[in-house]
């Protein structure tokens, strides 16, 4: 069965294994959550590469600004793990569930489940890409104004300090 991811986790996954955010800046730990972790949350076996791969299919939902294209994503993301939507009982109690026809597109379809879920609730620009150019973490904008452009302080605070670097150096 397939639970919607936690956005949190989905998050974490895109950056922890996603090919550009560990390459821009040049991350070489364990990436986090480990297989291990997403195979007791999820109760699927998979391996790195598979993860990998994952995260990466994630990621353009991310960094693309077209709300279109997004929703062309997401889709493409449900059908091709061909998801589809169960009621399963407990004791009288009905519960609304995911079900997937192969086990190894669990930890996929729970994560393009959970991006329908918010996508259908939020204005689609709540999901972005840091804008620090060395940097290609994503993130999910809960802030109350929406105006989120940076994946953490770290980075807004090194662009910061370089656009005031570039500004005095420009000024002679
Ligand atoms: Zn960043």
Same mark, same amino acid.
């Given at each position: 069965m397939v639970e919607a991811m936690p956005l949190e986790t989905l998050i974490e996954l895109v950056n922890g294994w996603g090919t550009d955010p560990r390459r821009e800046d040049g991350r070489s730990d364990q990436p986090y959550p480990s297989a291990a972790e997403i195979e007791e949350r999820f109760g699927v076996r998979v391996g790195d590469r598979v993860l990998a791969g994952i995260a990466d299919r994630l990621h353009p939902v991310f960094t693309t600004s077209g709300s279109t294209e997004r929703a062309r994503l997401v889709t493409g993301l449900l059908s091709e793990t061909g998801v589809r939507p169960e009621l399963h009982a407990d004791g009288d109690l009905l519960h609304a569930g995911w079900l997937v026809?192969?086990?190894?597109?669990?930890?996929?379809?729970?994560?393009?489940?959970?991006?329908?879920?918010?996508?259908?609730?939020?204005?689609?620009?709540?999901? &972005?890409?840091?804008?620090?150019?060395?940097?290609?973490?994503?993130?999910?904008?809960?802030?109350? &104004? &929406?105006?989120?452009?940076? /994946?953490?302080?770290? /980075?807004?605070?090194?662009t910061r300090v370089a656009a005031f670097r570039n500004r005095r150096s420009a000024a002679g």
């Open positions: 026809q192969e086990e190894r597109d669990t930890v996929l379809a729970a994560a393009a489940v959970a991006l329908r879920d918010y996508l259908a609730q939020h204005d689609s620009r709540r999901l &972005g890409a840091c804008a620090d150019r060395r940097c290609a973490d994503v993130y999910v904008d809960t802030s109350p &104004g &929406g105006r989120r452009r940076f /994946c953490s302080v770290t /980075c807004q605070n090194r």
